[in-house]
């Protein structure tokens, strides 16, 4: 794999994804968001009440309401649009690209509930530089370490605020 | 100094999302206890500029809001950064809050008294006046599609409206979820959408902020005050509206969104907003320190705060046996103009200080993007934890990131969404509590002048999209191709 952080020469590349395919699914998510909203209103009530004003569910129904029809009319023009059909939204190096710091991002979301966020904040930076940004695994590891030891200083220690910790703070006595 | 100190952890607080100005005086006003009342208060005060300061650092740089008021700043800050003129940004920055704040501060000298009067005859009816109107600039004034705009912004009052009913205390949307209870933060779906979802798009882009790291010059102060005194009107509008916004209180936030919304209106490169325009920083930034200062006048003439971080401030006075109101010009006068004078040596001092660190700051982009690019992912994390210590949040994080990443793509924008959720539910209380007072009678809002003509010029600009496309439907289909 060449290294995927350059920026990419072949812009006429197949798309992957048109632009008006993203348009119409996105425009239906919001549909079915107006759609919960509207449910839990229905259930909260949405009329009014004797000496307690507009009831819950007031102001979120009549906004999803709005929501829908503008997101109807949205999918609508998404339809008919012919320009946007041509139009590419994203192709495969791009999802290669953006996969390449999201799924790394779960794994180290993840990992954080276990090992704690410093350390897990310290591999992932020093993974993503090994990896993807061809440094030699001294600096990326220096870089790393040096990061995740100032953020534990700042926020352990001068600001004293608690951030999820592993084992190995534990073992430090933290 | 003390001010000194204030002000570098004010910036280091500010830099920080998740730590904002109101959490950082909070942690830190334990330490002034062993102070007296006069120094503790500008060590506070100093916080809060310095805070105040840095949020704009971030925006400009990673595209990353560190404080709710700098989110409009990233509309042309980052822009401009990306065209390699992230010095020019933050210099643009930095002066235009200063100049807010100073405005602010020499109100306060001489109106004090007067304006404190005028900030009580504001009830339900004229904050949801105020709340609309700043809604309303949105749909009247945004470029692209008006319908996704309004989608957009539906959608940040009805993620506004998940978790605890701020008037009748019942759940909604919480589907038996507890992590929903608290609602969703504005500060974790900021940093999703704009943080996260700005690293995907350079990622896929793989340009990475190469555009941003240009080369550095140390003219760069002189350069961009050469080209301030063309923006005096800019100045000017922006001062006022965030003097007013702050007294009212309608807070910082609201006021840089309009601050920025009336310059992209009224400007002769209005046109040019968004793509990195110096005016497009200096307006929203000029108008949000004007509010953040004058946030701090009804605190300390009726004790009322204008501000999260006013109302810390507040607290702090109280236990420092300082009763905010009236009479605290009159028994404690050397307290309130030793406050004064703090704010006008804690710009000045503030100024200089961020300033000088301009090409450090600008320096940063330079690191290599393999670096820059998981430490953002990071320290995004990070701050979407401690805004609520959940885990909870920092998962909402990363799909608030697609979010971000697929409504940018689409041409759906991102500020009417965040606002929404911002003012969503303080702009739903006080339409319901204004409902209330008057019985379900909408002419409430009409009611005297203040709310009736806001309102009226909120209804014009909200409607304004449907007229304009009436009339000139190809110009709007041509603005759609173009976005």
Redesign the interface.
């Known amino acids: 794999m060449s290294d995927?952080?350059?920026?990419?020469k072949d812009d006429d590349e197949p798309a992957l994804v048109s632009?008006r395919t993203?348009?119409i699914v996105?425009?239906c998510l919001?549909l079915v968001?107006?759609a919960?909203?509207i449910k839990?209103?229905t259930r909260?009530g949405f009329s009014?009440r004797p000496n307690?004003?507009?009831?819950?569910?007031?102001?979120?129904f009549y906004?999803?309401v709005?929501?829908a029809i503008?997101?109807a009319?949205?999918l609508a023009?998404a339809v008919i649009s012919k320009?946007e059909a041509d139009e590419t939204?994203?192709t495969k190096?791009?999802?290669l690209?953006?996969s390449?710091?999201?799924v790394?991002?779960?794994i180290?979301?993840f990992a954080?509930?276990y090992i704690g966020?410093y350390v897990a904040?310290a591999i992932?930076?020093a993974a993503?530089?090994y990896f993807?940004?061809?440094?030699p695994i001294w600096k990326s590891l220096a870089?790393a370490l040096g990061?995740s030891g100032v953020?534990f200083v700042?926020?352990e220690i001068w600001?004293?605020?608690?951030?999820?910790k592993g084992p190995i703070e534990a073992a430090f006595g933290f | 100094m003390l001010m000194v100190l204030g002000i570098v952890l004010g910036v280091v607080i500010g830099v920080l999302p998740g730590l904002g100005g109101a959490n950082g005086v909070a942690i830190l006003l334990p330490l002034t206890f062993s102070m007296d009342p006069t120094s503790a208060i500008i060590m506070l005060t100093s916080i809060y500029w310095g805070a105040l300061f840095g949020g704009a650092i971030t925006s400009i740089l990673f595209n990353i809001p560190g404080e709710p008021w700098s989110v409009a700043t990233t509309f042309d800050g980052h822009p401009m950064a990306q065209r390699g003129k992230a010095d020019e940004a933050l210099v643009g920055a930095f002066t235009s809050s200063f100049v807010g704040a100073i405005f602010a501060v020499i109100l306060i000298t001489f109106l004090a008294p007067v304006i404190a009067k005028f900030a009580l005859r504001f009830g339900p009816a004229e904050f949801f006046a105020v709340q609309f109107l700043t809604f309303a600039s949105f749909l009247g004034m945004g470029r692209g599609s008006a319908f996704k705009t309004l989608a957009s912004m539906c959608l940040g009052f009805a993620l506004a409206s998940v978790g605890l009913d701020g008037v009748t205390g019942t759940l909604r949307l919480t589907f038996g979820y507890d992590e929903l209870l608290n609602g969703f933060k504005f500060l974790v779906a900021v940093i999703g959408l704009f943080g996260i979802g700005e690293i995907l798009s350079s990622m896929e882009e793989g340009l990475s902020f190469r555009g941003a790291a240009a080369k550095l010059k140390m003219d760069a102060v002189i350069r961009t005050w050469r080209q301030l005194p063309k923006m005096g009107f800019t100045f000017l509008r922006s001062c006022i509206v965030g003097a007013w916004m702050g007294i009212t209180p309608g807070g910082a936030t609201p006021a840089s969104f309009m601050g920025y919304g009336l310059a992209k209106r009224f400007s002769k490169n209005g046109r040019n907003f968004g793509k990195g325009e110096l005016e497009g920083v200096v307006a929203p930034e000029t108008a949000a320190h004007a509010a953040g200062t004058a946030a701090m006048l009804p605190m300390l003439t009726l004790g009322i705060p204008g501000s999260p971080t006013a109302a810390v401030l507040l607290g702090g006075l109280l236990i420092w046996g300082l009763q905010p109101g009236p009479l605290l010009f009159v028994e404690q006068k050397e307290f309130v103009w030793g406050l004064i004078a703090s704010m006008y040596m804690g710009n000045l001092v503030g100024l200089v200080i961020v300033l000088t660190c301009v090409p450090l700051f600008a320096a940063i982009l330079r690191v290599p993007f393999s670096i820059v690019a998981p430490a953002i992912v990071v320290v995004c994390a990070i701050g979407a934890y401690t805004v609520n210590n959940s885990m909870f949040d920092v998962w909402m994080m990363l799909v608030f990131g697609v979010m971000g990443y697929f409504f940018t793509k689409l041409g759906y924008p991102l500020p009417p969404l965040v606002l929404a959720l911002v003012l969503g539910d303080q702009a739903e209380s006080s339409f319901r509590q204004a409902m209330l007072s008057s019985q379900g009678d909408v002419t409430i809002f009409w009611h005297n002048w203040l709310s009736g003509s806001i309102m009226t010029l909120g209804v014009i600009l909200a409607l304004w999209p449907l007229v304009s496309m009436l009339f000139n439907k190809k110009g709007d289909d041509a603005a759609r191709a173009a976005a």
């Open positions: 995927i952080t350059e920026p990419r632009h993203a348009d996105v425009a919001f968001a107006s919960i909203v839990d209103a909260l009014w307690e004003g507009p009831a819950p569910g007031y102001f979120p906004i999803a709005v929501m503008s997101s009319i949205n023009r320009a939204l994203t190096t791009g999802v690209r953006m390449a710091i999201f790394p991002a779960l180290y979301v954080t509930s966020i904040s992932y930076i993503f530089m993807f940004g061809k440094f870089v990061i953020s700042m926020f600001f004293l605020v608690p951030l999820p």
